[in-house]
């Protein structure tokens, strides 16, 4: 397989993993964060089409390295992978350290 895609695997898998049995912060089931993911995703595919169109790439990628799957506007499938890994492990942190400051504000305040 591909190492590109052995990569983008490994991150999705990775970051759900960290949700579900680390932080297990719910924003799976949150629609705040799907929103979030969309609006990310949009913006990705303008920004992603521009720079890695088959027309006039500014990004080359090794073919030998990706599936070839390529969509919309030619943008390789495993770049929403990583979009989807990046953004997720960051609202993941940005959770867990908001929990555990209110966590520390709320034994604070009972003492």
């Known amino acids: 397989m591909p190492e590109y895609t052995v990569l983008t695997?490994?991150?999705?898998?990775?970051?759900?993993a960290l949700e579900l049995l680390v932080f297990r912060?719910?924003?799976?089931?949150?629609?705040?964060?799907w929103l979030a993911m969309l609006i990310v995703f949009a913006f990705q595919a303008l920004v992603d089409g521009w720079l890695t169109k088959l027309s006039d790439?500014?990004?080359?990628?090794?073919?030998?390295?990706?599936?070839?799957?390529?969509?919309?506007?030619?943008?390789?499938?495993?770049?929403?992978?990583?979009?989807?890994a990046m953004v997720t492990l960051?609202?993941?942190?940005?959770?867990?350290?908001?929990?555990?400051?209110?966590?520390?504000?709320?034994e604070t305040s009972v003492r």
């Open 57 to 84: 790439p500014i990004v080359i990628y090794d073919p030998d390295e990706m599936l070839g799957l390529r969509f919309p506007a030619d943008i390789p499938i495993e770049d929403f992978g990583f979009g989807f």
């Open 9 to 16: 695997v490994i991150a999705v898998l990775g970051t759900i």
């Open 25 to 33: 912060t719910g924003i799976f089931r949150t629609a705040q964060y």
């Open 90 to 106: 960051t609202i993941l942190g940005w959770r867990w350290l908001l929990d555990r400051r209110a966590s520390a504000d709320r």
